[in-house]
């Protein structure tokens, strides 16, 4: 098991951090197109942000913007949502397309679709962030991780299901969206939140994982401890497995939106 460091983020450790990472890279404040790489020979890795269900690649809009200012080459794509295997085989040709190291990024269900992206193409994946995200095993669903532990309001009391030809879409109750994915966002942005969430196939949730995380791919994870979706110790649990550092933030599950400086002050730890 690895000794890695643990740490915890406040909102102003977090701004500390970035700025302290902005004074050693020296690049300027305000990146020209030029200032996007340290050098010839040591660019600046690509980020990938990979969404979860029940939200979409919106969720990063914050990330985006302030790694865009920092002078990283974003990506947030679109996740299918349709299965895990068919989700990580599309964004695998995204990634193929990127010349350069990657950083992969994964919130919730985007932490198993980096985890068998980074197994399809090791090479190229400089390290992975998973922001309250899984981190399977060969064989392990994120149904099976996130029962692991008691903790996750998500289920038949708080979900509704949808059929559609070929399978069953996963949605939350907006009643209980807030309560159980969306906690630190005023009672109407959650409200609009549960209106226009991205539904998961049931069959997403429940496929198990073909690959575990690669040998010798730096390893973040983002501990929500305020997680009613995924329990704070099943994150615990997955990051200490595979020995990822750990990062704590006071959060909800939806730490993108929600914490989004916490976020990217790891993702750019990650990529230096």
């Not at 068919?86 to 919730?108: E, K, M």
Request: glycine content about 8%; aromatic content about 6%; proline content about 8%.
């Amino acid at each position: 098991m690895s000794s890695k460091r643990n740490w915890k983020i406040t909102a102003t450790v977090a701004a500390g951090v970035v700025a302290l990472v902005a004074m050693v890279s020296a690049l300027p404040a305000h990146p020209t197109a030029q200032a996007a790489t340290v050098s010839d020979h040591d660019p600046k890795p690509t980020v990938v942000l990979i969404h979860g269900a029940f939200t979409d690649a919106s969720g990063w809009s914050s990330e985006v913007a302030e790694l865009q200012l920092d002078g990283y080459q974003v990506i947030a794509p679109a996740v299918p949502l349709r299965g895990l295997a068919s989700d990580s085989a599309y964004i695998t040709s995204v990634v193929r397309n990127i010349n350069g190291p990657v950083v992969l990024v994964g919130h919730s269900y985007g932490g198993e679709i980096a985890t068998e992206v980074a197994a399809s193409d090791p090479q190229q994946i400089k390290a992975i962030v998973y922001v309250a995200g899984f981190i399977p095993k060969p064989g392990e669903s994120a149904l099976q991780l996130s029962t692991k532990f008691p903790g996750s309001l998500l289920g038949p009391d708080t979900s509704y299901t949808v059929n559609f030809a070929g399978g069953t879409d996963l949605y939350i109750k907006p009643a209980d969206f807030r309560e159980v994915f969306a906690g630190d966002r005023t009672p109407g942005e959650a409200a609009v939140a549960a209106a226009t969430q991205r539904p998961a196939a049931n069959a997403a949730l429940n496929e198990p994982a073909a690959a575990g995380v690669p040998a010798g791919i730096p390893l973040y994870e983002i501990v929500a401890s305020q997680d009613k979706a995924i329990p704070p110790a099943a994150e615990e649990f997955m990051a200490q497995r595979a020995g990822a550092t750990i990062c704590r933030v006071d959060s909800a599950h939806d730490l993108p939106v929600s914490h989004p400086q916490a976020v990217v002050s790891v993702i750019e730890r990650a990529a230096h």
